[in-house]
Protein backbone atom coordinates (compact mmCIF):
# COMPACT_ATOMS: atom_id res chain seq x y z
CA UNK A 1 0.00 0.00 0.00
CA UNK A 2 1.36 3.49 -0.69
CA UNK A 3 0.53 6.62 1.44
CA UNK A 4 0.92 10.14 0.98
CA UNK A 5 0.32 12.12 4.43
CA UNK A 6 0.56 15.86 4.10
CA UNK A 7 3.14 16.32 0.88
CA UNK A 8 4.05 19.29 -0.34
CA UNK A 9 6.40 20.27 -2.77
CA UNK A 10 7.59 24.04 -3.11
CA UNK A 11 10.19 25.39 -5.37
CA UNK A 12 11.07 28.84 -4.04
CA UNK A 13 8.01 29.36 -2.09
CA UNK A 14 5.80 28.46 -4.81
CA UNK A 15 3.83 25.38 -4.52
CA UNK A 16 3.53 22.97 -7.12
CA UNK A 17 2.24 20.08 -4.81
CA UNK A 18 0.41 21.45 -1.88
CA UNK A 19 -1.08 18.93 1.45
CA UNK A 20 -1.49 16.24 -0.98
CA UNK A 21 -2.96 13.36 0.97
CA UNK A 22 -3.31 9.78 -1.15
CA UNK A 23 -3.74 6.57 -0.10
CA UNK A 24 -3.54 3.54 -2.91
CA UNK A 25 -4.52 0.11 -1.79
CA UNK A 26 -2.13 -2.62 -3.55
CA UNK A 27 -2.93 -4.06 -7.26
CA UNK A 28 -5.36 -1.10 -7.90
CA UNK A 29 -4.89 0.70 -11.56
CA UNK A 30 -5.21 4.28 -10.19
CA UNK A 31 -5.36 6.79 -13.53
CA UNK A 32 -4.02 10.08 -12.91
CA UNK A 33 -5.31 12.99 -14.79
CA UNK A 34 -5.83 16.95 -14.67
CA UNK A 35 -4.78 19.96 -17.20
CA UNK A 36 -1.33 20.43 -18.13
CA UNK A 37 0.82 21.72 -14.91
CA UNK A 38 -1.46 20.66 -12.39
CA UNK A 39 1.60 18.55 -10.64
CA UNK A 40 0.78 15.00 -12.25
CA UNK A 41 4.48 14.17 -12.93
CA UNK A 42 6.07 15.88 -9.59
CA UNK A 43 3.87 13.84 -7.86
CA UNK A 44 5.11 10.70 -9.74
CA UNK A 45 8.60 11.86 -9.24
CA UNK A 46 7.74 11.99 -5.36
CA UNK A 47 7.24 8.72 -4.79
CA UNK A 48 9.95 7.10 -7.31
CA UNK A 49 12.48 9.42 -4.98
CA UNK A 50 14.00 11.82 -7.98
CA UNK A 51 11.95 14.79 -6.12
CA UNK A 52 11.73 14.94 -2.02
CA UNK A 53 9.17 16.91 -0.51
CA UNK A 54 8.82 20.28 1.04
CA UNK A 55 7.04 18.43 3.62
CA UNK A 56 4.48 15.36 4.46
CA UNK A 57 5.35 11.56 4.77
CA UNK A 58 5.22 9.02 1.95
CA UNK A 59 4.40 4.92 3.31
CA UNK A 60 5.41 2.26 1.11
CA UNK A 61 3.97 -1.14 2.48
CA UNK A 62 4.15 0.83 6.24
CA UNK A 63 7.43 1.57 5.46
CA UNK A 64 8.40 5.29 5.43
CA UNK A 65 10.12 5.81 1.85
CA UNK A 66 10.81 9.55 2.52
CA UNK A 67 14.01 9.86 2.31
CA UNK A 68 15.03 7.06 0.30
CA UNK A 69 16.98 7.28 -2.90
CA UNK A 70 15.81 6.41 -6.36
CA UNK A 71 17.86 3.19 -5.83
CA UNK A 72 16.64 2.24 -2.51
CA UNK A 73 12.66 3.03 -3.91
CA UNK A 74 13.58 0.41 -6.68
CA UNK A 75 14.69 -2.17 -4.85
CA UNK A 76 11.79 -2.32 -2.84
CA UNK A 77 10.08 -2.42 -6.23
CA UNK A 78 8.75 0.44 -7.53
CA UNK A 79 9.27 1.18 -10.95
CA UNK A 80 8.90 4.44 -12.85
CA UNK A 81 8.54 4.84 -16.74
CA UNK A 82 9.29 8.38 -17.45
CA UNK A 83 7.36 10.91 -19.72
CA UNK A 84 10.44 11.33 -21.24
CA UNK A 85 12.73 8.55 -21.30
CA UNK A 86 16.49 8.46 -21.22
CA UNK A 87 18.52 7.10 -23.72
CA UNK A 88 21.78 4.80 -23.18
CA UNK A 89 24.36 5.13 -25.16
CA UNK A 90 26.36 1.67 -25.44
CA UNK A 91 23.43 -0.54 -24.42
CA UNK A 92 21.40 -2.18 -26.32
CA UNK A 93 17.60 -3.80 -26.51
CA UNK A 94 17.97 -6.67 -25.46
CA UNK A 95 20.52 -5.90 -22.25
CA UNK A 96 18.33 -3.17 -21.30
CA UNK A 97 15.24 -5.63 -20.48
CA UNK A 98 17.85 -8.23 -18.99
CA UNK A 99 18.87 -5.48 -16.88
CA UNK A 100 15.62 -4.70 -15.58
CA UNK A 101 14.40 -8.03 -15.63
CA UNK A 102 17.33 -8.55 -12.33
CA UNK A 103 18.15 -12.19 -14.21
CA UNK A 104 18.49 -13.95 -17.28
CA UNK A 105 16.24 -13.35 -19.85
CA UNK A 106 15.47 -15.28 -23.11
CA UNK A 107 14.62 -14.01 -26.51
CA UNK A 108 11.45 -15.21 -26.93
CA UNK A 109 10.33 -13.28 -23.12
CA UNK A 110 12.48 -10.05 -24.08
CA UNK A 111 10.33 -10.54 -27.48
CA UNK A 112 6.91 -10.69 -25.47
CA UNK A 113 7.66 -7.42 -23.80
CA UNK A 114 8.24 -5.57 -27.08
CA UNK A 115 5.36 -7.36 -28.76
CA UNK A 116 3.41 -5.73 -25.78
CA UNK A 117 4.39 -2.53 -26.38
CA UNK A 118 3.83 -2.70 -30.15
CA UNK A 119 7.21 -3.14 -31.47
CA UNK A 120 8.55 -5.60 -34.21
CA UNK A 121 11.02 -7.37 -31.66
CA UNK A 122 13.27 -9.22 -33.68
CA UNK A 123 14.17 -5.75 -35.84
CA UNK A 124 15.45 -3.99 -32.15
CA UNK A 125 16.44 -6.11 -29.62
CA UNK A 126 20.31 -5.80 -30.80
CA UNK A 127 19.34 -1.99 -31.25
CA UNK A 128 21.19 0.40 -28.89
CA UNK A 129 19.14 2.71 -26.72
CA UNK A 130 20.64 5.81 -28.77
CA UNK A 131 19.54 8.48 -30.78
CA UNK A 132 19.43 6.43 -33.26
CA UNK A 133 15.72 5.23 -32.28
CA UNK A 134 12.81 7.70 -32.63
CA UNK A 135 10.64 9.22 -29.40
CA UNK A 136 7.98 6.87 -29.88
CA UNK A 137 10.27 4.01 -30.04
CA UNK A 138 12.50 4.91 -26.81
CA UNK A 139 9.39 5.70 -25.20
CA UNK A 140 8.06 2.05 -26.23
CA UNK A 141 11.07 0.69 -24.76
CA UNK A 142 11.21 2.08 -21.71
CA UNK A 143 7.45 0.89 -20.78
CA UNK A 144 8.75 -2.90 -22.01
CA UNK A 145 11.34 -2.14 -19.57
CA UNK A 146 9.26 -1.33 -16.53
CA UNK A 147 6.86 -4.86 -17.81
CA UNK A 148 9.96 -6.59 -17.39
CA UNK A 149 10.84 -5.63 -13.75
CA UNK A 150 9.86 -7.57 -11.59
CA UNK A 151 7.40 -4.61 -9.22
CA UNK A 152 5.26 -4.29 -6.57
CA UNK A 153 4.27 -0.68 -7.74
CA UNK A 154 4.38 0.52 -11.11
CA UNK A 155 4.27 4.16 -12.29
CA UNK A 156 3.80 5.26 -16.50
CA UNK A 157 3.80 8.95 -17.15
CA UNK A 158 1.97 9.53 -20.01
CA UNK A 159 2.57 6.44 -22.13
CA UNK A 160 0.25 7.59 -24.33
CA UNK A 161 3.10 10.46 -25.48
CA UNK A 162 4.47 10.58 -28.81
CA UNK A 163 2.80 6.81 -29.31
CA UNK A 164 1.19 6.01 -33.01
CA UNK A 165 -2.64 5.05 -32.73
CA UNK A 166 -1.93 1.07 -34.07
CA UNK A 167 0.89 1.11 -30.91
CA UNK A 168 -1.55 2.60 -28.80
CA UNK A 169 -4.31 0.27 -29.31
CA UNK A 170 -1.75 -2.52 -28.39
CA UNK A 171 -0.55 -0.98 -25.18
CA UNK A 172 -4.25 -0.12 -23.64
CA UNK A 173 -4.50 -4.26 -24.51
CA UNK A 174 -0.96 -4.25 -22.59
CA UNK A 175 -2.60 -2.23 -19.41
CA UNK A 176 -6.09 -4.15 -20.02
CA UNK A 177 -4.42 -7.33 -19.08
CA UNK A 178 -2.34 -5.71 -16.16
CA UNK A 179 -5.32 -4.60 -14.70
CA UNK A 180 -6.72 -7.98 -14.85
CA UNK A 181 -3.63 -9.80 -13.87
CA UNK A 182 -4.07 -7.41 -10.67
CA UNK A 183 -0.86 -8.62 -9.24
CA UNK A 184 0.79 -5.25 -9.06
CA UNK A 185 -0.51 -1.27 -8.36
CA UNK A 186 0.07 0.54 -11.64
CA UNK A 187 -0.50 4.50 -11.31
CA UNK A 188 -0.66 5.75 -14.65
CA UNK A 189 -0.61 9.71 -15.95
CA UNK A 190 -2.90 10.21 -18.82
CA UNK A 191 -4.83 11.99 -20.88
CA UNK A 192 -6.35 9.22 -22.76
CA UNK A 193 -9.92 8.33 -22.22
CA UNK A 194 -9.66 4.79 -23.21
CA UNK A 195 -6.79 4.65 -20.33
CA UNK A 196 -9.16 6.15 -17.75
CA UNK A 197 -12.05 3.32 -18.70
CA UNK A 198 -9.22 0.69 -17.13
CA UNK A 199 -9.25 2.40 -13.77
CA UNK A 200 -10.25 1.25 -10.59
CA UNK A 201 -9.58 4.70 -9.47
CA UNK A 202 -9.40 7.88 -11.26
CA UNK A 203 -7.48 11.22 -9.50
CA UNK A 204 -7.72 14.47 -10.67
CA UNK A 205 -5.10 16.61 -10.26
CA UNK A 206 -5.34 20.46 -10.72
CA UNK A 207 -3.15 23.38 -9.37
CA UNK A 208 -1.18 21.11 -6.78
CA UNK A 209 -4.21 19.62 -5.27
CA UNK A 210 -6.47 16.57 -5.70
CA UNK A 211 -9.50 18.03 -7.01
CA UNK A 212 -11.39 15.08 -6.77
CA UNK A 213 -11.06 11.10 -6.75
CA UNK A 214 -13.43 8.56 -7.51
CA UNK A 215 -14.45 5.27 -9.77
CA UNK A 216 -14.65 5.91 -13.39
CA UNK A 217 -18.34 5.65 -13.09
CA UNK A 218 -18.24 8.60 -10.53
CA UNK A 219 -15.57 10.40 -12.75
CA UNK A 220 -16.01 10.01 -16.62
CA UNK A 221 -19.11 11.45 -17.10
CA UNK A 222 -18.54 14.99 -15.35
CA UNK A 223 -15.02 14.68 -16.56
CA UNK A 224 -16.36 14.11 -20.53
CA UNK A 225 -18.88 16.77 -20.06
CA UNK A 226 -16.14 19.37 -18.55
CA UNK A 227 -14.38 18.58 -22.13
CA UNK A 228 -17.24 19.01 -24.01
CA UNK A 229 -17.21 22.43 -22.36
CA UNK A 230 -13.37 22.64 -23.33
CA UNK A 231 -12.51 23.23 -19.87
CA UNK A 232 -9.76 20.85 -20.40
CA UNK A 233 -8.91 22.08 -23.82
CA UNK A 234 -7.11 24.69 -22.69
N1 LIG B 1 11.82 21.71 -10.34
C1 LIG B 1 10.91 22.61 -10.73
N2 LIG B 1 11.16 23.94 -10.70
C2 LIG B 1 10.24 24.86 -11.07
N3 LIG B 1 9.01 24.53 -11.52
C3 LIG B 1 8.71 23.23 -11.59
C4 LIG B 1 9.61 22.20 -11.20
N4 LIG B 1 9.02 21.01 -11.38
C5 LIG B 1 7.77 21.27 -11.86
N5 LIG B 1 7.60 22.62 -11.99
C6 LIG B 1 6.38 23.29 -12.44
O1 LIG B 1 5.31 22.72 -11.70
C7 LIG B 1 4.15 22.62 -12.50
C8 LIG B 1 3.67 21.17 -12.49
O2 LIG B 1 4.53 20.40 -13.33
P1 LIG B 1 4.23 18.89 -13.67
O3 LIG B 1 5.25 18.45 -14.67
O4 LIG B 1 4.15 18.12 -12.42
O5 LIG B 1 2.78 19.02 -14.33
P2 LIG B 1 1.89 17.92 -15.05
O6 LIG B 1 0.56 17.95 -14.37
O7 LIG B 1 2.60 16.62 -15.11
O8 LIG B 1 1.73 18.55 -16.50
P3 LIG B 1 1.60 17.88 -17.97
O9 LIG B 1 0.18 17.38 -18.09
O10 LIG B 1 1.85 19.06 -18.87
O11 LIG B 1 2.65 16.82 -18.12
C9 LIG B 1 4.51 23.14 -13.87
O12 LIG B 1 4.09 24.49 -13.96
C10 LIG B 1 6.03 23.03 -13.91
O13 LIG B 1 6.60 23.99 -14.75
Redesign the pocket.
Known sequence: MLRLEHVSFA??G?Y?LEDINLTIEDNRFTVIT??????????A?LIMGI?KPTSGKIYFNGEDITDLTIDERAKRKIGYAF?QPPRFKGMSVRNLLTLAHGRALDEEHCCSYLTDVGLCSKDYLDRDVDSSLSGGEVKRIEIASILARDVELSIF??PEAGIDLWSFAKLVETFQKLQKKSQQSIIL?S?QERIMQLADEIII?EA?KIKTRGSKDEILPSLMSEFDTCEYKR
Open positions: VNKIGPNGGGKSTLKEQDEIHIG
